[in-house]
């Protein structure tokens, strides 16, 4: 067949995919972002552009710069209390974040992507 037909059920899929998940179709809010990091004290061990006890969040961004799953893994990263590496070589589980709903979550995993 030359010209198959689109297929409807894709679009739905797709538009429906946008929908549920916020802030994919929604511009970043830099000061909500920050807000959400001062209150669960991300500050304490990052900051934008000097190493603490964790990567400055340029550095964040540069490794994950041009990595398509990077805002997924990042949720990941600050909802599951993954284990996280500290410079003296011990091991911990990184912080959970509390926010209001995975929209908030993802508008600050998109503000340290854009750092
Ligand atoms: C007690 C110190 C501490 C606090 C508090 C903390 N982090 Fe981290 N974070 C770390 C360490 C250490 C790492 C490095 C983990 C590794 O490389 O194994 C890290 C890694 C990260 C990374 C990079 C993950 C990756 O895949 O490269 C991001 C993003 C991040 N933290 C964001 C946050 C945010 C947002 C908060 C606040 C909700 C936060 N962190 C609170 C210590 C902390």
Not at 5 to 28: E, N
Not at 51 to 76: F, Q
């Amino acid at each position: 067949m030359l010209h198959p037909r689109p297929r409807p059920y894709f679009a739905v899929a797709t538009m429906l995919a946008v929908l549920t998940l916020p802030g994919v179709s929604g511009a970043m809010d830099a000061d909500t972002a920050q807000a959400l990091a001062r209150q669960n004290n991300c500050f304490k061990c990052h900051s934008v552009d000097k190493k603490k006890d964790g990567p400055a969040y340029k550095e964040v961004a540069a490794k994950y710069k041009g990595k398509p799953e990077a805002p997924d893994r990042l949720v990941k990263h600050l909802t599951t209390g993954e284990k996280a590496k500290f410079p003296d070589g011990h091991e911990e589980e990184h912080k959970v974040i509390k926010a209001k709903d995975a929209a908030e979550v993802k508008n600050l995993v998109d503000w340290i992507l854009a750092q």
